[in-house]
C-alpha cells in the first residue's frame, strides 16, 4: 500500500507541484512553433516524454549500477547532459530508419529536445532523489505529460485571446511572459502537496 501511494505522491508532484514547464521552468525549448500552435504543442509533449521517459530510465541505471556503486555521483551533471543528445540522436536515427513517416513529422520537435532542459532536468531529479525504477518512470511519465498539457494550454491560450487588444508596450513577448506566470500562479495552490523525502 506504502508503494501505491508513493508512487501517487510522485505522480501528483511531476504533475502539478513540480510542472517541468511553469513551476521548474525546465521544459521551455527552442522549437517556438509549439508556443503557438497546440497541434505542434502537443507533439512536442509527446517526444519530450518519450525522451524524459528513455532519459530517466537510462539515467537511473547508469546511477544504480556505476555512479552510486564507485562513489561518482559528482560526474552526474556531466554523464547525463551528454546522454540525453545521445538518446535524441539515436531515437531520430531509429525513428529515420524503421519509421520514415514519422520521422519525417517529428523530426524537427526531437531535435529541439537535445537541447530541453526538462529531459535532463528529470534524469539529474531521478538520481539525486534516489527514487526506485518504479517511481523513477512515474515521474518521467507524469512530468512529461504535465509539461505536454502546460504547452498545449499555452499554445491554445496564445490562439484563443486576441493580443490585439493589450496595449502596445505588452504585445508579443511581454504578454507571453505575463500568461506563463499566470499560469504557473495557479499550480502554486499544489506546492507541497508531496515532497519526496
Known sequence: MNTVLELAGVALAALLSENLVLVS???IGTHTESFDRPREAIRTGL???VVMMLGALSAWL???FFLARFR???FQVLIFSLLIPALVALLRGFLR???PELSRRVDANLASIATNCAALGAALLVAQRNYSLGAAMVFALCGGIGATLALASFASLQKEVDLNRCPKAFRGVPIQLITAGLMAMALVGYYGLY???
Do not use: A, Q
Open 97 to 99: 530508419l524503421c519509421v
Open 195 to 197: 515532497l519526496g523525502e
Open 72 to 74: 561518482w555521483e559528482h
Open 47 to 49: 517526444c519530450l516524454t
Open 25 to 27: 521552468c525546465m521544459g
Open 62 to 64: 547508469i546511477n544504480y
